[in-house]
C-alpha cells in the first residue's frame, strides 16, 4: 500500500517548484491562480526571493502548501494514494491532494491560517525547541513539571525526537531540566512563536470560523490526521481535527506507526525536502521511504 506524505513550515527553500513552473504548463496555470488568489506574486518569493523572505510565516505556509499540492496535480493518474497525512501545514496538502478540499479553498485556508498564527505570535513573544535523544514520557513528565509558563510537547516527530513549545522563559528552563535528565540536545529552533500550543488559541478561533465556512467532501482515501493519528473519512469529523491541531501536539511517530500498521509498505513524501522521508526510516529502518521535489 502506498502512503503519500507532506511537509510542513521549515521545509522550505528559495528555488522551490521553480521547475515545475517551467517545465509543466498545467503546474504554470496553478502558480499563476495562486498568486491571483493571495494579491500578490509568491512564485518570485519561492523561485529567486531571499532566505529571510521565505522564513515569513505568511509566505512559508503558501509555498511549502503549493509546491506539494502542484506537484500532486502534475503527477495526475500516478497519484494513486491508499492513506494520505501531512506534518502541521502538511495536512492542508494532504487533503487538497486527496480531494477533500478543492485547491482554491485549501490556498485560502492556509493562508488565513498563517496569518492567525503571525498575528498570535505578535501577541506573546513565544518559541519552540527540538529534545534529542530522550524518552517522551520523560519529556511530557518535565513540561508537567514547570509551574506558571506554558510549556507543552508540540511535535512527536519520530522516537528520540520531540518538540516542545511554549513562552521564552518557559523553553528555557524547560531546556536547562531537560538536559540534567539526560537530553543529548536541547535546541531552541528559529521559529516565529509557540506553534502547537496554547498560545496558538487566538490563530484556532480565527481558523474555525474560515475552516467552518469550507466546504470538505469526502477524499479518494483516509487521511491519519496530526491530532489523533488516526485514519479519517468523515468531512466533519476531519474539520473538527484540523481546527484543534494549531493548539494541540503533531504525533508525527503514532501516525506513521499506524499507517504502518494498517499496511503502509512504501512512503512518498511530495513537496520541499526530504524531512519526513528521514522520519520513516527513523520509525521503521525496513520501510521503503522516498522523496519527490521537482519532476
Known amino acids: 500500500m502506498k502512503a503519500y506524505v507532506f511537509p510542513g513550515q521549515g521545509a522550505q527553500y528559495v528555488g522551490m517548484g ?33 532566505e529571510e523572505d521565505l522564513r515569513q510565516t505568511r509566505v512559508t505556509q503558501p509555498a511549502v502548501f503549493l509546491h ?10 500516478e497519484f494513486k494514494p491508499d492513506m494520505v497525512a501531512g506534518h502541521s501545514l502538511g495536512e492542508f496538502s494532504a ?3 486527496n480531494k477533500v478540499l478543492a ?18 505570535c505578535e501577541i506573546q513573544p513565544s518559541t519552540m525547541a527540538a529534545i534529542l535523544g530522550l524518552d517522551d514520557e520523560s519529556v511530557e513528565r518535565i513540561c508537567k513539571s514547570i509551574q506558571g509558563e506554558v510549556v507543552v510537547p508540540a511535535n512527536y516527530n519520530s522516537p528520540g525526537q520531540l518538540v516542545i513549545s511554549g513562552s521564552i522563559a518557559g523553553i528555557d528552563l524547560a531546556c536547562e531540566k531537560l538536559k540534567e535528565a539526560g537530553a543529548k540536545r536541547a535546541l531552541v529552533l528559529k ?3 509557540a506553534f502547537h500550543s496554547p498560545l496558538m488559541e487566538p490563530a484556532r478561533l480565527e481558523l474555525a470560523e474560515a475552516i467552518n465556512n469550507t466546504k470538505f467532501t469526502k477524499g479518494i482515501c483516509p487521511v491519519y490526521q496530526n491530532v489523533t493519528a488516526q485514519p479519517v473519512t468523515d468531512p466533519e469529523i476531519i474539520k473538527v481535527n484540523l481546527i484543534s491541531q494549531l493548539t494541540a501536539p503533531v504525533r508525527w511517530t503514532q501516525i506513521m506507526q499506524n499507517m504502518i500498521a494498517d499496511g503502509a509498505k512504501n512512503f512518498i513524501e511530495l513537496g520541499p525536502g526530504n524531512v519526513l522521508q528521514g522520519l520513516v526510516k527513523k520509525v521503521n529502518k525496513d520501510i521503503e521511504a522516498v522523496s ?3 519532476l
Open 191 to 193: 521559529v516565529g512563536g
Open 292 to 294: 519527490f521535489q521537482s
Open 103 to 120: 485547491f482554491e479553498d485549501g490556498l485560502k485556508l492556509v493562508y488565513a491560517r498563517a496569518q492567525a498564527m503571525q498575528k498570535a
Open 95 to 97: 487533503l487538497v491532494a
Open 18 to 50: 521553480k521547475d515545475l513552473y517551467e517545465k509543466s504548463a498545467q503546474a504554470r496555470e496553478l502558480f499563476e491562480k495562486a498568486n491571483a488568489i493571495l494579491g500578490f506574486r509568491i512564485t518570485d518569493l519561492m523561485f529567486d526571493g531571499t
Open 68 to 77: 506539494s499540492v502542484i506537484l500532486a496535480r502534475v503527477l495526475g493518474d
